[in-house]
C-alpha cells in the first residue's frame, strides 16, 4: 500500500463512499482500479464523464464531471483533454462524440445500450415524418445518432417541456419515450405523436408500488422520473429528470424520499444527502450496470473502444443537438 502519504490519499478516495461501503471491500474491490484510473488520466490528459446512474465506486471515486444526460452534453462542449471516457452507454457516448469531434471518446464497454435508443430507427423516423407532413420532430438524447440526424431538435427529461414549448405549435412528434411524451403532453396541453418506445427499467413501476411505499414508510416524499408511466407520475409528489430530483432534494431537505427511478442514483444522493433517508425501490440499468471500474481501466490503457460517427450523419445530428442546448 506505501507509506503514510499513500495511506492518506487512499483515505480522501475512500470518504465519498465510507457510508455506502465497509472500507476493507472498497479496498479489495476498487482502490487498486482507482489508482490506476487517476494516473491513466494524467498520462491520457483523459476525463471521466460519469452518469448518475453509475455506481458510487465510480461516479464518486473517478469521475471528473457528473450529470445527467443534459448536463454531460452541455459540459462535453467545454472540455479541454485528448480524451474522453464515457461511463455511460452508447447514445451518451455519441452525444459526446458528436460535441468533441476531434477528441477521442471511448466507451469502456460497446454492449452498453438502452432500450429506448434500440426501439427506433431512422427509417421509423423519415415514415413518421411524411405520415405527419410539416410537424416538428423533438428527439429525445437517448436515441442514437442516425435518428437524431433526422430530427428538428433533441431535448432530455430535465428541458423536454422547455424544448417543446419554444416551438410554439399545436402538435409534435416527439420520440422515441412515449411515457415521456405523454408526460410532457399532460403538461402542456400540445398534442404528441408517439412512439412506443419505454425504458426497461422505468416502465415497471407501477402506482399500486408505490402507494405500497406509502404505506411502509409514512411521510415518504416520492420524487418520480418522467420517463415512469403517467399513472407513476401522478401518484408522485413530484416529477422530473435526474438533475431535478438532486436539485429537490437538496432544496427541500425531506426526512425520508423515495426516488422512482434507477437505484443507483439513491446511493449516490445518500454521499450528497446524509440528511436524507433513501427508500431504495431496487431497479437497477442492466446497460449502466456493464459500465466498471475495470472496465475503464482497460479502455484507458488500451484506448478502448473508440466511438465514430458516419461523417454523414455529423453534422446533422449535431445540428440537433446544438438546437436543444441553445433553447
Excluded at 464497454?109 to 432500450?115: I, W
Excluded at 422530473?240 to 426526512?255: F, H, L, R
Excluded at 425501490?281 to 473502444?305: D, S, V
Aim: glycine share 4%.
Amino acid at each position: 500500500m506505501g507509506g503514510p502519504n499513500a495511506l492518506q490519499s487512499r483515505d480522501r478516495l475512500y470518504e465519498p463512499v465510507s457510508r455506502l461501503m465497509a472500507r476493507e471491500d472498497w479496498e479489495r474491490l476498487y482502490a487498486d482500479d482507482i489508482e490506476a484510473i487517476l494516473r491513466l488520466k494524467q498520462e491520457r490528459n483523459a476525463v471521466i464523464l460519469a452518469h448518475n446512474y453509475q455506481t458510487p465506486e465510480i461516479f464518486h471515486c473517478v469521475a471528473d464531471i457528473r450529470g445527467d444526460s443534459l448536463a454531460l452534453a452541455r459540459d462535453a462542449q467545454d472540455l479541454e483533454a485528448d480524451v474522453i471516457v464515457m461511463a455511460g452507454v452508447h447514445f451518451m457516448a455519441e452525444t459526446a462524440k458528436l460535441m468533441n469531434p476531434d477528441k477521442t471518446v471511448l466507451i469502456p464497454d460497446e454492449r452498453a445500450g438502452c432500450s429506448l435508443a434500440e426501439s427506433i430507427t431512422a427509417e421509423d423516423v423519415r415514415k413518421m415524418k411524411e405520415r405527419y407532413p410539416g410537424v416538428p420532430v423533438v428527439t429525445y438524447v437517448n436515441s442514437t445518432a442516425d435518428v437524431k440526424a433526422e430530427t428538428d431538435v433533441c431535448c432530455t427529461s430535465g428541458n423536454a417541456k422547455r424544448v417543446v414549448e419554444s416551438l410554439n405549435v399545436p402538435r409534435v412528434i416527439m420520440i422515441p419515450d412515449e411515457f415521456l411524451a405523454q408526460n410532457i403532453q399532460n403538461e402542456t396541453g400540445i398534442e404528441m405523436l408517439t412512439w412506443p418506445g419505454h425504458c426497461e427499467v422505468h416502465e415497471r413501476f407501477t402506482p399500486q408500488e408505490i402507494r405500497q411505499y406509502r404505506r411502509m414508510h409514512p411521510g415518504v416524499t416520492v420524487i418520480a422520473h418522467p420517463e415512469c408511466p403517467p399513472d407513476v407520475v401522478a401518484e408522485a409528489d413530484y416529477s422530473g429528470s435526474t438533475a431535478n430530483m438532486i436539485d429537490y432534494v437538496a432544496k427541500q431537505k425531506p426526512e425520508k424520499v423515495l426516488l422512482v427511478t434507477e437505484c443507483s442514483m439513491s446511493d449516490n444522493l445518500t454521499t450528497l444527502n446524509p440528511e436524507t433517508e433513501f427508500v431504495r425501490p431496487c431497479n437497477l440499468c442492466p446497460h449502466m450496470k456493464r459500465i466498471t471500474l475495470a472496465g475503464i481501466r482497460r479502455a484507458l490503457e488500451n484506448m478502448q473502444t473508440p466511438v465514430t460517427i458516419p461523417s454523414a450523419l455529423e453534422a446533422p445530428a449535431r445540428a440537433a443537438v446544438e438546437r436543444m442546448l441553445a433553447i
